[in-house]
């Protein structure tokens, strides 16, 4: 492909943007098909992906390859004209953002409808910009294709490159575009990708903690508990898009972090109704990808609205948490809104240890994410939860712990024979799990169980995270029922 056009468009040359962490932006309006070639380019299905235009908000970023090239892509919301302060005009500067951070501009347009009286204008944003344009002409598989590939010269962009995101075609031709802007030498000092991590949350020890690693935190909560605005506030810039309009995130977005030296990947997530409530299929898709980021995570920050806390949604997200294994914080939002600040902690805390049992001693931090309040109170509350999340304790001091809790409360007889427990380990961490070992442990009542890991919460210092309490039966040899 003949780039010579587009580099003298954009005044550039191939040197001054070639460099180890190239940044890709896909640009356009909506429905192209720029979040399908970022799923493509990135290897998995992150953006959400529907029919309709303007699925995409936030922009989101990935780790990009395409055959040899590895480089940072992004994908942003669909241009439209619009008023600044409208969500549509805050869309299209998050898009613009896009477009100043990057080396390369994408500008897709759909071969099969052709150019339309929207492409001409933000083809002249994009050559306006300075950077390098490559002319994307997606959806231009077979012969429907074949007049918007002619149309799109008129934009004088240089020449169009023929592809499908959808089927992969015109993959070489992309890959011969964009290798001049790209270094191909691996990034030695770069990040581990996304997928490298995936299953860290779920079966570490304390001797698989990283320092270094960034620790994996995910914020879920009800539309319009303010998610996008608090982590905005943290990073210190306007990275997620924010308005007063219920429901504005609808993808996952990941962003990278530091407080106090400690690495940290924040996830914002979608806000999560009652599932009664859901019946769109984008709003299924959307609620489905914070399910994979809760479970992705290692912390999850349940945010409260502080004027309206604890509604039953707010105590299904929490159980939701809790039954994945992750350790849970409680954030409640909007505290500058409260007037008897004192009053309420107390009486919410009180509430959390009636309505919480499953995370008896959860940390509750009050914070203004629209104010920058309780940040630091959170993020304490954050690290402490996980480093609780890791605890492990000594076989020794867990049986005799056992011996005085058995000796106090011993458990109950069935069907005239009484249970025996014999000792107690620790399983793994993260969460912490214990093997409880004896005879007839399976006609253990609930009861007990719970007297247990409450008893286990309170001696080892276990505030607020999962716990979970395995039985293991012991074999009797002379058992010819059993043998049988």
Not at 37 to 56: E, H, Q
Not at 145 to 167: K, N, Q, R, T
Request: charged letters at 30%; hydrophobic letters at 40%; glycine letters at 10%.
């Amino acid at each position: 492909m003949d780039l010579g056009s587009a580099l003298c468009v954009t005044g550039m040359m191939t040197e001054d943007v070639k460099r180890m962490t190239a940044i890709v932006a896909l640009i356009g309006r909506p429905n192209v098909g720029k979040s399908t070639l970022f799923n493509r380019l990135v290897g998995k299905k992150l953006a959400l992906v529907d029919d309709r235009p303007g699925v995409t908000r936030d922009r989101r970023e990935g780790d990009a390859s395409l055959g040899h090239l590895r480089f940072k892509v992004i994908d942003t919301a669909g241009l439209e004209e619009a008023d600044k302060d409208s969500l549509l005009g805050r869309m299209r500067a998050q898009t613009e953002t896009a477009i100043a951070q990057a080396d390369v501009v994408v500008f897709m347009i759909d071969a099969r409808l052709g150019l339309t009286p929207m492409d001409q204008p933000f083809a002249e944003l994009v050559r306006r910009s300075g950077k390098p344009v490559i002319l994307l002409a997606n959806k231009a598989e077979g012969k429907k294709g074949a007049d918007g590939i002619i149309d799109a010269y008129s934009l004088g962009l240089g020449d169009p490159v023929p592809f499908s995101a959808e089927h992969g075609e015109g993959t070489s031709d992309l890959l011969e575009a964009l290798a001049p802007f790209i270094d191909d030498e691996p990034d030695e000092d770069g990040e581990e990708s996304e997928a490298a991590w995936e299953n860290v949350a779920g079966e570490g020890t304390e001797e698989d903690i990283d320092p270094d690693r960034p620790l994996r935190v995910t914020i879920i909560g009800r539309p319009n508990a303010g998610k996008s605005t608090l982590v905005n506030r943290m990073i210190g810039e306007e990275r997620l898009l924010t308005g007063p309009e219920a429901g504005i995130t609808r993808d996952t977005i990941s962003v990278d972090w530091e407080w106090r030296g400690r690495k940290v990947k924040l996830f914002d997530t979608a806000g999560m109704r009652k599932r009664a409530r859901i019946e769109e299929k984008l709003e299924k898709l959307s609620v489905a990808d914070s399910l994979r980021a809760i479970r992705f995570a290692e912390v999850v920050v349940v945010l409260l609205d502080a004027t309206i806390p604890f509604e039953k949604q707010d105590l299904t997200l929490v159980d939701l948490t809790e039954r994945e294994g992750r350790a849970v914080v409680i954030g409640l939002n909007k505290w500058d809104l409260v007037a008897d600040k004192q009053g309420l902690l107390a009486e919410l805390k009180e509430k959390a240890n009636h309505l919480l049992a499953q995370v008896r001693g959860v940390p509750i931090i009050p914070l203004s994410g629209l104010a920058g309040e309780g940040i630091d109170r959170l993020m304490q509350g954050v690290f402490s939860a996980y480093e609780v999340w890791n605890r492990r304790v000594s076989t020794a001091r867990i049986n005799r712990w056992l011996e005085g809790v058995l000796s106090a409360h011993p458990p109950p007889a069935v069907a005239g024979r009484r249970i025996k427990i014999r000792y107690m380990t620790q399983a793994k961490a993260r969460p912490p799990t214990f093997a409880l070992f004896g005879n007839q442990l399976d006609h253990l009542p609930v009861s007990y169980t719970r007297y247990l890991v409450n008893n286990l919460r309170e001696a080892f210092e276990l505030p607020g995270t999962p716990i979970r309490l395995h039985t293991r039966g012991g074999h009797n040899p002379y058992d010819k029922e059993r043998k049988g």
